[in-house]
């Protein structure tokens, strides 16, 4: 079967993810339903379960939009990976698995909004949508072990690191096996080359003049996309849509967020400071 090697600079997006084998035909996506500065050990060991099983990235994703927009970048920048595990509890209020299988199923509108999605800002406004058709085609499947929020019991298969491992298993297997609903074998390479796509390097657009209120909320808004978003309040508001808008009217400074000095927001820090300069 068909093996390639991924683009240079692969994985092209920071995140919370372990690498594995780079010719693996499955990822591990497991939702984090919490802060990220207290990961409950239950998801740590998904991930932890998806990697030793093989799965070329094991991962989390928590946000329905930058967070999904770096999935993405990174799955199309390595042809080999066809599938995606899908683990852990739903996140209310961001809804990331859902809005991940609504994107596979009905796509984004013109507007970059994902079709069916009931998220908060289910918005992929960071990247083209010949991106996101290309992920669509490269993942034939999404094995869909998601739980629903709130879910503690670890014998669910998608808080299970047995089930998340034998999931990743069946991807690999020369001939087509049954795991659950699904019938799962390793196709081979998606036919086309990878996509190096990085995020940062498209944040230059200059922000439209208006009343300046109304650019400040705008901009506010563009700048809660890139933030954490753990609402942790370390920065002395009270979430952070409203440090956000505090940035955009320069009454606070990026550097009160502690959270974005964690090595895995570099891109998104240096993209705040970028749209934050052009005001």
Excluded: W
Aim: glycine share 8%; aromatic share 6%; with cysteine.
């Amino acid at each position: 079967m068909l093996k390639v090697k991924p683009v240079e600079g692969y994985p092209p997006e920071a995140g919370r993810y372990v690498r594995g084998n780079e010719y693996s035909p499955v990822v591990v996506c497991t939702i984090l339903d919490t802060f990220d500065y207290a990961i409950p050990q239950d998801l740590n060991e998904l991930v932890l379960a998806g990697a030793d099983a093989g799965a070329g990235i094991a991962g989390m994703l928590q946000t329905e939009n930058i967070g999904m927009e770096k999935m993405i970048c990174n799955i199309v920048a390595n042809p080999n990976i066809r599938y995606i595990v899908l683990c852990g509890r739903e996140s209310t209020g961001h809804l990331p698995g859902e809005s991940l299988i609504s994107l596979m199923q009905k796509g984004v509108g013109e507007d970059m909004h994902i079709i069916g999605s009931r998220a908060l800002t289910p918005v992929l406004a960071n990247i083209p949508v010949s991106i996101v058709e290309r992920f669509r085609s490269q993942i034939v499947t999404i094995i869909n072990l998601l739980c629903l929020p709130g879910t503690r019991d670890t014998n669910a298969p998608g808080l299970n690191p047995k089930t998340i491992e034998q999931a990743v298993r069946s991807c690999y297997q020369e001939e087509p096996v049954k795991f659950m609903d699904y019938n799962l074998h390793d196709i081979g390479a998606y036919p086309e080359p990878g996509i190096y796509y990085k995020i940062i390097a498209k944040i230059t657009k200059t922000l439209p003049t208006g009343e300046p209120g109304k650019t400040a909320m705008n901009l506010g808004f563009t700048l809660h996309k890139l933030l954490p978003r753990t609402d942790c309040g370390k920065c002395g508001k009270r979430n952070c849509l409203a440090f956000a808008i505090d940035l955009a009217k320069g009454k606070s400074m990026l550097e009160q967020c502690s959270v974005l000095e964690q090595p895995e927001y570099d891109a998104d820090r240096q993209s705040l400071a970028k749209l934050l300069n052009q005001r």
